[in-house]
């Protein structure tokens, strides 16, 4: 990527988390005030000072407790510089000194993961446990549906009081109002963080998701308005940190993001306000904190991002690079050879000191008492489903380089390549009929600085069990660790806010001697995105889409009784199958009764009928693109051909691109109707698997009325 | 950082691999590729301008400068170049599966046109050996065939299986050049003439070589390895998860060095290092690269690296001048180095932190880590497991812990024995044990390292210790030896004299085959363990030896590996294989008839052709005439003339492709009594059995396999 421009020296700190560096507010006028960046690495805060084109530590905690999240207070009226951290259910401030002046312990039985500080008022928010302090004595106090992932508040003069903003993990930003829930707002995806749009004052927050989409919220009393939503097309990481920082110098605030797949994105605004992508770069690892500022030369704002490794790395954009001066080129790279120079020097130091470890690491094999321990390496995963091709990506990032990656399961799985992805993998033989039981192993051997990975799986519904990845990286005493991600049965669900009350349902009721914790883990284990915490109510409803047909699914339940409803007579079939198995585990017997509408079967069939008619002319199409470039090449030209034909040849390159983005498209749904095919009668008492080739016959000759008449036949 | 100086969209398909640059007038360079429809296409930009500048290149008049010669066959391969001693422009050859077609592009003729019954699956130019006239070389099924510039046969030999790659260099440098063969069986392998010098095991289908300078060549793997050889020595190789499409030596840096460039399946292409293999320079195609090739595209003087991608994308680069050089990639090569030395400290820093964290010690109730005791060791055997009821024969590697640890999953990296390049075991939970037992079963006679890689801890670990430890396993690993060899011996045997002590082949037979205890005496027998029957081995205290066995190519292959153990040049043997002469004999009936019926095929072919000819002028008449009823009789009876001769082509080709399975193993047969042999007497035995085949001498042909040569 050419358009960008280092202007400063990076700097490689430690590996740090999401939202972990901030600028401190500048003193004194712009020519001469220091600029200076707040880090956090896993167990560390930094204070950083730009100095000479480059990076300089001022100071750094002595490495204790693991730090989770930051955030800059101050007086109200005063500058936002003093820093506090929270480790554990411990929060810490510190001057930008490097002094400690406060230590607060908040007695949670959880740790802290998000923070926000104004003036005498401390937010903390720990997985569902929300919690406000004003001079470190307790005001409220909430408990979320869903996990918090982070928290913001608003202030203006519309506003009564200071409002908090909870991100949470179930799609909803939750508005608080003092110990309750004043609203909350649909988002399209998890929120993973949460800015204000305006630093000062405002009641405009910014919104990033794990599933990569950011969009603007206007926080109102008793409800909010949304501004603009950006979707996630281009298919990028999930957003890991924002910033609002007018780097083009129009006078309008600019939003900076940085994403888990190392995109760094500036989105500008036009002329009707619509936001628009100015500027991207890709970094090699996840980008976890991203500000705007001034720290290369005196008079060019830069975006400044932190990585996963810790790398921290100034960018400048594309409009600015021409006007880099020759000196500062020159400059630039004087200060990089002394840096240089430095960390030969430091590595030579090093080397030495490692050998002397290694010999006595080797000395202790030879001893019968002592015991090899090595640490554990940090791992920073993510599994997530795709609504786009409604299959699993799994990101694996390590500190250091992988060397190689096993992956097992016990699940029929289809591993997907990844074209980014530069490892050579290989896969190995398994029997699933052995007593190991493995539907999967395959090896990624990975090129010399790979400390990133992303893999594709695609899953089937009913098919249920566990993914595991065993990840070495190069690093010696080598070692290896293991990472568990479930499939389960129902796979390829995501949660909704609501569903189509109009289409026809199947329903399963579920009543017996079970308590609401029990009927929740057991949903928990059937269904993606379900919080693991039992609801604090009495009762629950959560609405689920089918993300590969578009069917849906309604789960209600209470202590002692459970009610699942579906168009999808499959996912109710699976449901009950799973259910009823997790009840026996518990020796709890069930009185499962089924309402089973025929209608839902055609509707179904009717839903896939769109999807189905469009792959299978794809696939035709794909089929004939060949041979008429032979034709073309025999006649010179393709006038002669029909229209169909010949729009079949201009649009080749992006039938083929299509065809390829969706492998064995059309085999997945083949499976999901002769699921649908054999469920519907598997309620009626008959089995029909001797007719699935006469079912296959039809599909290969595919007509919507014949399929729907071979359904209503049998 | 480097760009291209030139990019074309010539909207053409290329073929892979068939991608080369002839200069048809002897002064214009045109780039000339197979394309759909069995056609190849010539690029000319330069025709119509008298002194056309380089800026010419432009999109605009392509299609016009393109010119589509008609093959009628899937072309297999295409080179351009000069043999004749008094021709002006260069000659372009293009095979297919059954000829070879030599054509002169500038004055429009065919110079000749052979047909080739190994087909052609590789070709190159220039000159072999003592060879006087420069030849066209093709690689086909089995076989090497040399044509000189007027289409007369100069060399022909056998090879171990399908050619798939081919270059010219001087190998061992003695100022001639060598041939160098790259096939499916993954050698390559090194004819001085049609003497074979040399052999060198790869682990996948060898489909591209190029020469670099000296004695060092590139080659490229079907599996996505590309690397470079001095002689018999690899000096490095990456592998790839993309297939490399085209390998091509070009100096891009301008430091007088050529540099291996790949073109990928990907559509990347790079340039890396001779020495290091580091990469130089890198660039994207949208879709795979067809071909790498070289040439002074823009007439001034210049010589460009040329990229041409299967869409028809075509990039030529001009090399780095003198200030230039090293700085091909990005300018910000300083802040790479920052970054790499930043991350050695960091990995020495976590080393330093493993060892410090370990040194204070765990308490052992922290499982999750994995501690296992500082003195584990693991212990590996190889044994050979014959088949039971529930599993086949196979060679066991077994894996232990001394302690109470268990292995949680044991990966081993090998070439050429797993499917994919790794094989793993990965026991359930239930059945986690510090012993796991890994069944192999290697499908060739080759020796493999096994790179084994343990994962060691508690029931409970979430991490692990990682134990790496290679074995190798020897060539011949999937032989029991029989301690009663009270059973027939097999019929087949090859029987030679070495002037070597007993002990030499007894330490030979315990370095090459899997024996628990040793033998001491040379005479012993083996089981195949691939249900090949039994290898008998015997030696007579005057150092004759005979092999018995019925398979063939083992005794081959136990011939050349005991040969090169005792160091031995030349050596001829005996040999007699009954039940494989006699498979030999029927082939080559077989042969014979496929032949006759090939005849009479092509006769009824051009008879329906005639006669087609004449409905399609008689429709044609009938339709100028109005008369519509003769006119649509004529056509239905075209169409059932159309629907016998689409039926007679499927004979055909039924009838063809028996007849090349025949050929190629007779190819075989050949190659496989030359292995019996080594040295000189192996090459006489293959040019004796091709004279043999040639003059349709049977008798003498199984004459020359069983004593060596066609006398006696």
């Known amino acids: 990527n050419s358009n960008h421009h280092c202007s400063i020296v990076p700097l490689q700190v430690g590996v740090t988390s999401q939202k972990s560096m901030r600028l401190l507010p500048a003193l004194g006028k712009k020519a001469t005030q220091k600029v200076e960046f707040v880090l956090l690495t896993h167990h560390s805060l930094l204070l950083l000072s730009v100095k000479r084109l480059s990076f300089q530590p001022v100071f750094k905690t002595l490495p204790g407790q693991k730090i989770c999240r930051m955030d800059l207070g101050g007086a109200l009226g005063t500058p936002r510089e003093k820093i506090f951290v929270c480790s554990g259910s411990q929060v810490r401030g510190f001057t930008k000194k490097g002094k400690q002046f406060l230590t607060f312990e908040a007695n949670l039985t959880e740790s802290i993961n998000a923070m926000y500080v104004s003036g005498a008022d401390l937010f903390v928010c720990a997985s569902y446990i929300y919690n406000h302090y004003c001079d ?70 910014l919104y990033g998701t794990t599933d990569g989409r950011l969009g603007l919220v206007q926080i109102g009393e008793h409800s909010a308005v949304a501004k603009w939503e950006i979707d996630n097309d281009n298919k990028k990481g999930g957003i890991l940190c924002a910033d609002a920082y007018d780097i083009v110098g129009d006078g309008v605030n600019d939003i900076l993001v940085g994403r888990d797949d190392g995109t760094v994105q500036v989105y500008g605004f036009d002329s009707s306000n619509e936001p628009t992508l100015r500027f991207e770069h890709v970094l090699s690892e996840s980008v976890t904190s991203i500000q705007g500022g001034c720290v290369g030369k005196e008079s060019y704002d830069e975006v400044v ?57 080797q000395q202790t094999t030879q001893s019968s008492t002592a015991v090899s321990a090595v640490p554990v390496f940090s791992i920073n995963d993510k ?18 380089a992988i060397d190689n990656l096993l992956l097992q399961s016990d699940v029929p799985i289809d591993l997907l390549d990844v074209d980014k992805n530069s490892a050579v993998v290989s896969f190995s033989e398994c029997d699933p009929e052995q007593p190991n039981g493995n539907f999967l192993l395959a090896t990624y051997r990975c090129q010399a600085n790979t400390t990133r990975l992303e893999l594709k799986v695609r899953s089937i519904e009913g098919q249920y069990g566990t993914l595991q990845a065993y990840i070495t990286p190069r690093l010696q005493p080598k070692t290896c660790q293991v990472r568990q991600y479930q499939i389960k049965p129902l796979s390829l669900h995501q949660r909704t806010h609501s569903i189509d009350p109009a289409r026809p349902m199947n329903r399963l009721s579920l009543v017996g001697q079970f308590s609401f914790a029990e009927i929740h883990s057991w949903v928990v284990f059937c269904l993606p995105e379900v919080p693991e915490k039992t609801p604090a109510e009495d009762d629950i409803t959560f609405y689920f889409r089918n993300t590969f047909l578009g069917t849906q699914l309604e789960a209600t339940y209470c202590k002692g009784e459970g009610h699942f409803q579906s168009d999808n007579i499959s996912t109710i079939s699976i449901l009950s199958d799973v259910l009823s198995k997790e009840a026996t585990k518990k020796k709890i017997n069930l009185n499962i009764s089924y309402d089973i509408n025929d209608d839902s079967v055609s509707h179904t069939l009717r839903m896939i009928h769109p999807k189905l008619e469009y792959q299978l002319l794809l696939a035709k199409k794909v089929q004939l693109v060949d041979a008429l470039r032979e034709l073309q090449v025999h006649e010179g030209n393709a006038s002669f051909l029909i229209p169909e034909y010949r729009s079949i040849l201009d649009e080749s390159a992006s039938l083929l691109e299509e065809y390829k983005k969706q492998p064995a498209h059309l085999e997945r749904l083949y499976g999901m109707i002769t699921d649908l095919f054999i469920d519907k009668f598997k309620f009626k008492g008959q089995n029909v698997k001797t007719k699935v080739s006469s079912l296959l016959e039809i599909l290969d000759n595919y007509d919507l009325n014949s399929l729907l008449e071979f359904f209503n036949d049998v | ?90 000659t372009l050859f293009v095979g297919s599966q059954t000829n070879l077609l030599a054509y002169d592009v500038h004055d429009n003729a065919d110079i000749f046109y052979r047909e080739v019954t190994d087909g052609a699956n590789a070709i190159v130019l220039g000159k072999l050996g003592n060879i006087r006239s420069p030849l066209a070389i093709i690689g086909g099924n089995c076989a090497l065939q040399g044509f000189d510039h007027d289409g007369n046969d100069q060399f022909w030999t056998v090879t171990g299986d399908n050619v798939r790659s081919l270059v010219l260099c001087d190998f061992t440098g003695d100022g001639k050049n060598e041939l160098l063969v790259g096939s499916e069986d993954f050698d390559i392998r090194v004819f001085k003439e049609d003497e074979l010098v040399s052999e060198m095991t790869e682990n996948e289908t060898v489909t591209s070589l190029c020469h670099m300078h000296g004695s060092r060549f590139g080659y490229a793997l079907a599996n996505g390895t590309v690397g470079v050889y001095d002689r018999t020595a690899r000096y490095w190789r990456i592998k790839s998860k993309n297939h490399a499409m085209s390998i091509h030596a070009f100096d891009l840096n301008g430091d007088g060095v050529v540099e291996l460039i790949t073109g ?42 040329i990229c041409a991608s299967t869409d028809g994308e075509v990039r030529g680069y001009l090399p780095a001048s003198k200030d230039q050089k090293g700085s091909l990639m990005d300018s910000s090569s300083e802040q790479e180095l920052i970054r790499e030395l930043s991350q050695r400290k960091q990995n020495l820093l976590l080393e330093l932190r493993n060892y410090e964290e370990n040194a204070k010690g765990v308490s052992q109730t922290n499982s999750e880590v994995g501690v296992i005791p500082a003195n ?17 024969a196979h060679v066991e590697l077994s894996i232990s812990t001394p302690n109470e640890t268990i292995i949680r999953a044991v990966l081993i990296f090998a070439e050429g024995i797993f499917e994919g390049e790794s094989h793993v075991v990965h026991p359930s939970a239930q059945n986690l044990s510090g012993c796991v037992r890994v069944p192999i079963v290697p499908p060739k006679d080759i020796p493999v390292d096994l790179h084994i890689k343990a994962f060691v801890g508690g029931k409970c670990s979430t991490q692990f210790h ?20 009270s059973a027939a011996p097999p019929g087949g045997r090859v029987s030679f004299s070495v002037n070597e002590r007993p002990q030499r082949v007894v330490m030979w037979l315990n370095q090459n085959f899997l024996l628990p205890e040793g033998v001491e005496t040379p005479n012993v027998t083996f089981a195949s363990l691939r249900g090949r029957g039994l290898l008998s081995f015997n030696m007579a205290s005057n150092g004759q030896i005979t092999l018995r066995t019925d398979d063939i190519d083992l005794a081959g292959d136990v011939v050349q590996s005991l040969a090169s153990f005792l160091a031995m040049e030349d050596l001829s043997a005996e040999a007699d294989f009954p039940t494989y002469f006699e498979e030999l004999r029927t082939t080559l009936t077989e042969v014979d008839e496929f032949h006759a019926v090939h005849q009479k095929l092509t006769a009824d072919m051009a008879e329906h052709s005639n006669y087609i000819r004449s409905v399609l002028v008689q429709a044609e008449d009938a339709r100028l005439m109005g008369d519509m009823t003769a006119m649509k009789k004529r056509h239905r009876q ?27 193993s007779v190819n075989q047969a050949i190659q496989r009594a030359g292995r019996l042999r080594v040295g000189k007497p192996k090459n006489h035995v293959i040019s004796a059995c091709r004279d043999a085949i040639k003059s349709n001498n049977v008798n003498a042909l199984f004459r020359i396999m069983r004593g060596g040569t066609a006398s006696s």
């Not at chain 2, 990928?264 to 949208?286: H, L, P, Q, Y």
């Not at chain 2, 990682?466 to 060899?485: C, G, K, N």
């Not at chain 2, 075209?638 to 190629?664: G, P």
Request: glycine share 6%; charged share 25%; proline share 4%.
């Open chain 1, 136 to 205: 470190c004595k307790d005001q409220d106090y909430f408990l979320s549906g869903d996990k918090i992932n982070d928290i913001t508040c608003v202030s203006s003069e519309k506003l009564p009081h200071l409002t908090p903003v909870l991100a949470c993990q179930d799609r909803v930003l939750r508005v608080l109002q003092g110990s309750t829930l004043a609203y909350d707002i649909e988002v399209p995806g998890p929120p993973s963080v949460l800015e204000l749009y305006n630093k000062d004052a405002g009641e405009e927050v």
């Open chain 1, 305 to 361: 991002t932190a990585t996963y490794t810790g790398w921290v790395t100034g960018l400048t954009t594309e409009s600015q690079k021409t006007e880099a001066a020759a000196g500062d080129e020159f400059r630039m790279s004087k200060e990089t050879q002394s840096k240089v120079e430095a960390l030969r020097a430091e590595l030579e130091q090093l080397q030495g000191k490692v050998l002397q470890g290694r010999e006595q690491y």
């Open chain 1, 383 to 400: 599994f997530t489903l795709c609504q786009d091709d409604a299959s699993y990506s799994l990101t694996l990032e390590v500190q250091t």
């Open chain 2, 1 to 90: 950082m480097m760009v291209p100086i030139f990019t074309l969209k010539l909207n053409h398909k290329i073929n892979p691999r068939m991608v080369t640059i002839g200069k048809f007038d002897g002064v214009h360079p045109c780039l000339t590729a197979a394309t759909q429809a069995g056609k190849v296409f010539i690029h000319n930009p330069h025709v119509r301008g008298q002194k056309p500048a380089a800026h010419r290149l432009t999109q605009s008049t392509l299609d016009s400068d393109i010119s589509l010669l008609n093959i009628n066959q899937a072309v297999t391969c295409l080179a351009a170049g000069k043999l004749g001693p008094d021709t002006v422009g260069d």
């Open chain 2, 264 to 305: 990928w399946s990907n559509g990347k292409v790079d340039a890396r290092s001779d020495r290091t293999g580091e990469v130089i320079f890198k660039d994207n195609f949208s879709s795979a690269v067809a071909g790498v090739v070289e040439g002074d595209y823009r007439l001034d003087g210049q010589k460009e690296l």
């Open chain 2, 376 to 392: 584990t060791q693991l212990q590996t055997a190889l044994s050979v497991k014959p088949a039971t009821e529930v599993q086949r």
């Open chain 2, 466 to 485: 990682v134990f790496e430890i290679t074995r190798q396993l020897p060539r011949f690993s999937m032989y029991q030896i029989l301690a009663d060899p």
């Open chain 2, 638 to 664: 075209l169409y059932d003339l159309n629907r016998d001769l689409i039926n007679e082509y499927k004979i055909r080709s039924n009838n063809h492709n028996a007849l090349v399975a025949c050929l190629k």
